[in-house]
Nanobody, 127 residues
């Protein structure tokens, strides 16, 4: 069982920034062989892909709504993935979930590729 714990959420005004962290433990395979992703979900809405980073070459992918504003990165030595969120908008308000994908390097916008999920951290952006 892979354990993922998100942190860094909070309330900010539009145009502000937050950095989310996802600390991990309990990997059977080493952390560097897991692709990592961030998804978000607002009440009553479908879970939405935000960003992902592959394990093989640390290639990054972003949802259209966050391109140019969000940056995903990973620190394999710390078993941690980050999501830097800049120029936040009210429509970014959601619970943000960290996820780990065992072995996948493609199709990382699909939540079905991810087998382990954190509990989520709330991000609220006010206008």
């Amino acid at each position: 069982q892979v354990q993922l714990v998100e942190s860094g959420g909070g309330s900010v005004q539009a145009g502000g920034s937050l950095r989310l962290s996802c600390a991990s433990a309990g990997f059977g395979r080493t952390f560097d062989m897991y692709s990592m992703g961030w998804f978000r979900q607002a009440p009553g809405k479908e879970r939405e892909f935000v960003a992902a980073i592959s394990w093989r070459a640390s290639i990054t992918y972003y949802g259209d709504s966050v391109k140019g504003r969000f940056t995903i990165s990973r620190d394999n030595a710390k078993n941690t993935v980050y999501l830097q969120m800049n120029s936040l908008k009210p429509e970014d308000t959601a619970v943000y979930y960290c996820a780990a994908s065992n072995g996948y390097v493609s199709g990382l916008d699909d939540p079905r590729r991810f087998g382990s999920w954190g509990q989520g951290t709330q991000v609220s952006v006010s206008s």
